[in-house]
Antibody, heavy 117, light 112 residues
Framework: QVHMEESGPGLVRPGETLSLNCTVSGYFISSGYYWAWVRQSPGQGLEWIGSFHQNGKTFYNPSLRGRVTLSLDTSKNQFSLKLTSLSVADTAVYYC??????????WGQGALVTVSS | DTVLTQTPLSSPVTLGQPASISCRSSQSLVHSDGNTYLSWLHQRPGQPPRLLIYKISNRFSGVADRFSGSGAGTDFTLRISRVEAEDVGVYYCMQGTQFPRTFGQGTNLEIK
C-alpha cells in the first residue's frame, strides 16, 4: 500500500517562498509514475499545481505563472514543491499525490499552509 | 483549460435511495491514445480526496460496487445505487486528458 505524507511550515509570510516535501512509502518513486501536487483553498475546490516524472518530464499549471518548481530526491524517496512570491491567495491545504490511470490514485493527508504577515 | 461543470451542486438523498451526479466537459475528453481520462473522487470533511472511478467506469481498488460510472465524449455520470451514511461528502469529477488537469466544482451529497 502506498502511503504519502506532506511536511513543511504551516505559516509563511507574503512574498516568501513555500517549500513542501512529500515522503512516500510502499513504492519507490524512481520506479515510475508521475508525482503531483494539488491544493485546496479553504472551503473551495481542487486545483492541480503540477506533475513530474523521474525522467524529467514536468507539467505545471499555467495559472501559477512560473512560480512553481517540482523536484525529487530518490535517496529519500521524497519529492518537493517550491512556490515563490506567496500571497494570501496561496493559503490552502496542499496535497501530494500519485498520478496514475489518468487520475490521482494515492493522496497524502494534506498540509495546511497559511500565508499571513 | 478544460472546464468541467457538475450538476447538481447539492444533492440531498434518503438513505438506501439512488443518487446520480452529472459532469459535462467543455471539450471532448478522448485522448489521442483512445482512452477517456474522466475520473470521480470523493472527499469527506477533513479528509483528502479518494479515487472512486477512473477512465469513466473503472472502480478503483476497494471501492464498493454500488458506485458506477458511465458516459462518453463530454458527458459523464456517477451513480450510487443505494446511498449509505458513509457516502456523504463532496464528489468531484476530474479530467486527465488535457493539461492543465482540471476538476469539477464539486457536488455536496448530504442525507435528508
Amino acid at each position: 500500500q502506498v502511503h504519502m505524507e506532506e511536511s513543511g511550515p504551516g505559516l509563511v509570510r507574503p512574498g516568501e517562498t513555500l517549500s513542501l516535501n512529500c515522503t512516500v512509502s510502499g513504492y519507490f518513486i524512481s520506479s515510475g509514475y508521475y508525482w503531483a501536487w494539488v491544493r485546496q483553498s479553504p472551503g473551495q475546490g481542487l486545483e492541480w499545481i503540477g506533475s513530474f516524472h523521474q525522467n524529467g518530464k514536468t507539467f505545471y499549471n499555467p495559472s501559477l505563472r512560473g512560480r512553481v518548481t517540482l523536484s525529487l530526491d530518490t535517496s529519500k524517496n521524497q519529492f518537493s514543491l517550491k512556490l515563490t512570491s506567496l500571497s494570501v491567495a496561496d493559503t490552502a491545504v496542499y496535497y501530494c499525490t500519485r498520478a496514475a490511470v489518468g487520475s490521482f490514485d494515492y493522496w497524502g493527508q494534506g498540509a495546511l499552509v497559511t500565508v499571513s504577515s | 483549460d478544460t472546464v468541467l461543470t457538475q450538476t447538481p451542486l447539492s444533492s440531498p438523498v434518503t438513505l438506501g435511495q439512488p443518487a446520480s451526479i452529472s459532469c459535462r466537459s467543455s471539450q471532448s475528453l478522448v485522448h489521442s491514445d483512445g482512452n477517456t481520462y474522466l475520473s470521480w473522487l470523493h472527499q469527506r470533511p477533513g479528509q483528502p480526496p479518494r479515487l472512486l472511478i477512473y477512465k469513466i467506469s473503472n472502480r478503483f481498488s476497494g471501492v464498493a460496487d454500488r458506485f458506477s460510472g458511465s458516459g462518453a465524449g463530454t458527458d459523464f455520470t456517477l451513480r450510487i445505487s443505494r446511498v449509505e451514511a458513509e457516502d456523504v461528502g463532496v464528489y468531484y469529477c476530474m479530467q486527465g486528458t488535457q493539461f492543465p488537469r482540471t476538476f469539477g466544482q464539486g457536488t455536496n451529497l448530504e442525507i435528508k
